[in-house]
């Protein structure tokens, strides 16, 4: 049985960071939870709209300055993890597959459009399909529509398992002994009916196993990539986000020794999860990327229930041995109460405050889980953060001009006194 404690990191302990040489020094960005809604359009109307309001999903100007401010950040990043969950929080009925593949599209045109020639690895979030959390554990039009749109990402045999279950296995940046294995972990979402009278839906348990064994036996090391985690959630310590005969399944303790990092999203909180024995030696850990929609969270019980979007985090690795050493830079947006106070539905008028805003986090190593254990027991998790941060302004001035994109919805868009054509 696998135990997972859920921790939130805190930036308010510094310590010296680890130093790499630049030959040994990779980087790649993790971005995840967009919920982009096509539908947000600015109001002079203070009356709890969706402008800059936490009960609103990203609208495209935060969509397109996050991507760009990711450029402006790091460039040239080695590649990109993409978890996705792209889709607003809406009714089934107020979104359709059309809809969701335009989404889906746009949003990868655009990461393409800013990173062209960066290797992407995405993993599939359960508002990615429709009905949202339903994904299925067979073939279906989302999954092939999917594979259609990421010819560059996938290589042929991934295009293959990904239209089967969503799933796929390839070389780390086409390096031999590195390999990145992308889990469709929504299949064992508690809230995917679709998949709750299947003991290993899709299969992927049993493919997992293979391809984890076969790494295995040619001493590869392995980052996993997934959406939906395993344990619970930070916010709700009661509240799984799998299904408990998946969350006992989960891959992790047979194959810990091979799996050097964890990559996953789906909370919208900045966080990390370690793994546990039986006998309770630290096994492993996942990093949980926060998102980028400010969304208010409809979960009963849940304290903090919003998030300030936009963070984007960077993870330096050894490009030796895959260890993975945090560092996080990020562009945050934050939602500041104003003074005045609507009457509507009790809500405050609210105004967006952008702030740019890097720190480092060093000396939490992902494949070393007894390090990682010892330095979490002992307080020594690292955060540094920069001064003379520079300012929204020259941020700004410093991206490339956004080029917009033809959206493919219905309506017409209006962001900042731009309209972009539907």
């Known amino acids: 049985m696998t135990y997972i404690t859920s921790l939130l990191f805190t930036a308010t302990i510094s310590v010296a960071c680890l130093k790499y040489s630049m030959k040994q020094k990779g980087l790649q960005h993790h971005i995840t939870d967009l919920h982009w809604d096509p539908t947000y359009k600015l109001t002079e109307k203070p009356e709890c709209v969706c402008a800059s309001n936490y009960l609103c999903d990203a609208p495209w100007d935060l969509i397109n300055s996050i991507v760009y401010a990711m450029k402006y950040i790091l460039s040239d990043p080695d590649f990109i993890v993409w978890t996705e969950d792209d889709m607003p929080h809406v009714p089934n009925e107020d979104l359709g597959e059309e809809a969701l593949l335009s989404i889906i599209s746009n949003l990868t045109h655009i990461i393409k459009l800013v990173f062209p020639s960066t290797k992407v690895y995405s993993a599939l979030g359960n508002h990615d399909y429709h009905p949202k959390s339903q994904l299925p554990p067979v073939q279906n039009n989302i999954y092939e529509q999917t594979a259609q749109l990421w010819p560059g990402w996938l290589e042929p045999e991934s295009q293959t398992t990904f239209r089967t279950g969503g799933y796929y296995t390839e070389n780390l940046l086409n390096r031999p002994g590195y390999r990145v294995v992308v889990l469709n972990t929504n299949l064992y979402y508690d809230q995917n009916r679709a998949t709750e009278k299947y003991d290993d839906p899709a299969g992927q348990f049993i493919w997992a196993d293979q391809v984890l064994t076969e790494h295995a ?10 959406h939906v985690p395993p344990g619970f959630f930070e916010k709700k310590r009661g509240k799984p986000c799998f299904r408990p005969n998946f969350n006992k399944r989960y891959l992790i303790q047979k194959h810990h020794s091979l799996i050097i990092g964890q990559f996953l999203g789906h909370h919208h909180t900045d966080s990390f999860r370690m793994f546990y024995s039986p006998e309770g030696s630290p096994i492993s850990a996942m990093f949980l990327t926060p998102g980028v929609t400010p969304w208010k969270t409809t979960l009963p019980g849940v304290i903090d229930e919003a998030n300030n979007p936009g963070f984007i985090y960077i993870f330096e690795y050894d490009t030796q041995t895959l260890l993975v050493k945090v560092r996080a830079d990020g562009l945050r947006y934050f939602l500041l109460k104003s003074t005045n106070i609507c009457q509507f539905n ?37 955060v540094s953060h920069p001064h003379n ?7 700004h001035s410093s991206t490339a001009s956004p080029i917009p994109l033809k959206l493919k919805v219905t309506t017409q868009l209006m962001f900042s006194n731009k309209t972009f054509a539907s």
Do not use: W
Request: some cysteine.
């Open 217 to 226: 036996n040619n001493k590869e090391k392995v980052y996993i990539i997934g």
């Open 346 to 382: 009790g809500c405050s008028e609210t105004k967006s405050h952008h702030s740019f805003s890097s720190f480092t986090m060093c000396g939490i190593h992902l494949g070393d889980a007894s390090a990682a254990h010892r330095q979490i027991a002992h307080h020594t998790v690292v």
């Open 389 to 395: 941060e520079p300012s929204v302004s020259a941020l």
